[in-house]
């Protein structure tokens, strides 16, 4: 599967933005999607998660109640909706998956397969 991802930019603390993820080729159903993001002289990091009907998500402890994972399996797209943006979510964000992850290494950006090209959201204060 190919992974694409859009929709960073320039925005204001306490704005938003929506990040989006298109796949291409089959069986997106079966793959499990994530957003991870590196800020500069950082490791990524892991955001947050979506199963692969798109019931079961996982936040990081810092974006909960500010990012908004979803999935829609009809148009292999998966979306990340980031409220109340802050300078310390600045970052280059990255889509990923993986249809064989285990599920003790979905954490870890290392285990993931698939990525698309990094989208660059910058908060200012």
């Known amino acids: 599967v190919q992974l694409q991802a859009s929709g960073g930019g320039l925005v204001q603390a306490g704005g938003s933005l929506r990040l989006s993820c298109a796949a291409s080729?089959?069986?997106?159903?079966?793959?499990?999607m994530g957003w991870f993001r590196q800020a500069p002289g950082k490791e990524r990091e892991f955001v947050v998660l979506?199963?692969?009907?798109?019931?079961?998500?996982d936040y990081r402890d810092s974006v909960k109640g500010r990012f908004t994972i979803s999935r829609d399996n009809a148009k292999n797209t998966v979306y990340l909706q980031m409220n109340s943006l802050k300078p310390e979510d600045t970052a280059v964000y990255y889509c990923?998956?993986?249809?064989?992850?285990?599920?003790?290494?979905?954490?870890?950006?290392?285990?993931?397969?698939?990525w698309g090209k990094g989208t660059q959201v910058t908060v200012s204060s």
């Open positions: 080729g089959r069986a997106f159903d079966t793959y499990r």
């Open positions: 979506i199963s692969r009907s798109g019931d079961v998500t």
């Open positions: 990923a998956g993986d249809s064989t992850i285990h599920l003790s290494q979905i954490f870890y950006y290392k285990a993931y397969a698939y």
